[in-house]
């Protein structure tokens, strides 16, 4: 009996679909708590090539929720691990992987090479990069994100809204994992919603999870979900670039504090108050933030748009 005998049975699937997966090339970025039940559910489900991107090494106080791994696994680069895994699950698939960080640089000819793009990154800088390349490549793109007992997974690009869409101001909150904390269960949930749509894309299911939003609480035990086909494109966004692309040209800003960074990014960073671009007297200049996730270089920039009339980039430590 053939592996997939069971899916197969699906009128969804059938032998089409099974081919139709068997051809399927899929990006995912980040191989820790979201790819933990992404990965072994689309190797299973027989996806033919799988790209796995991470620039980590397992940690002992990620494995409650990033269950590909084990203890033994610890210091290990986690997309060879994960690669590892699925491939024990099924030898038919191709696995590649790349231990390198997403960014503005790569990402377009990464995304260029497959079908779907899952982003399971814990990035602020990553979602929206993937986001920018999938637009402009018109790939669709899976995105998920979760925090403390609750998350969200969505299907953007492709066709649908992109992410910047339906989430056009910085984050509220600059919470992460490492700092709120979240519980391994609604990580694996939401991970296996994000698959599920994966393989609805692939499978040309109607209708199309491209333009849906599921969150779901795991305090309550609620889930709503939304679509949002005709949210309409920022007319403006702030870019992520890498720090090899800042040049002396530009007014760079270090946002961060000596003590969170004793060396700035850039030897001709700034390092102080926002305020110093006031000072500036060529505002037609490229004015780049830093910090560690781009997410205060992004709520500055929402303040200082107003006065600066030239271009406007972040720079997120953490991914460049």
């Not at 033994?72 to 030898?91: H, I």
């Not at 231990?99 to 982003?119: C, E, F, K, M, Y």
């Not at 299911?205 to 709503?224: C, E, H, I, K, Y």
Request: glycine share 10%; with cysteine.
């Amino acid at each position: 009996m053939s592996r997939y005998a069971r899916q197969m049975i699906l009128p969804e699937v059938g032998v089409s679909g099974q081919a139709r997966l068997s051809g399927a090339r899929v990006l995912v970025v980040g191989a820790g708590g979201l790819a933990a039940p992404v990965l072994p559910l689309l190797a299973g489900a027989g996806v033919g090539h799988l790209t796995i991107v991470d620039p980590d090494e397992v940690a002992l106080s990620n494995l409650h929720r990033q269950t590909l791994f084990a203890e033994g696994d610890c210091g290990r680069p986690k997309a060879e691990v994960a690669a590892e895994r699925c491939q024990a699950l099924n030898s038919e698939i191709t696995i590649s992987t790349k231990n390198q960080a997403l960014t503005n640089l790569n990402s377009q000819r990464i995304a260029s090479q497959v079908d779907v793009i899952l982003d399971c990154a814990d990035s602020y800088a990553a979602s929206y990069t993937l986001s920018d390349a999938c637009r402009a490549l018109g790939k669709p793109l899976i995105s998920a994100s979760v925090l403390g007992l609750s998350g969200y997974v969505g299907g953007f690009c492709g066709g649908a809204p992109s992410l910047r869409a339906v989430f056009s101001d910085a984050p509220g909150s600059g919470a992460s994992c490492a700092t709120a904390g979240v519980l391994g269960p609604v990580v694996g949930m939401v991970g296996a919603l994000q698959a599920q749509m994966a393989l609805s894309v692939i499978l040309g299911l109607n209708p199309s999870p491209l333009g849906q939003m599921v969150q779901f609480d795991a305090r309550t035990m609620r889930s709503s979900t939304f679509r949002f086909d005709d949210a309409p494109e920022p007319n403006h966004h702030f870019p992520f670039v890498s720090v090899c692309q800042l040049t002396t040209d530009d007014l760079i800003i270090e946002l961060r504090s000596p003590d969170e960074a004793p060396e700035p990014i850039h030897p001709k960073a700034l390092r102080g108050s926002p305020e110093l671009v006031k000072t500036e007297p060529n505002k037609n200049k490229r004015l780049a933030l830093c910090c560690a996730t781009g997410l205060r270089a992004w709520r500055t920039a929402e303040k200082l748009q107003p006065d600066w009339p030239g271009e406007i980039v972040l720079v997120a430590a953490s991914t460049s």
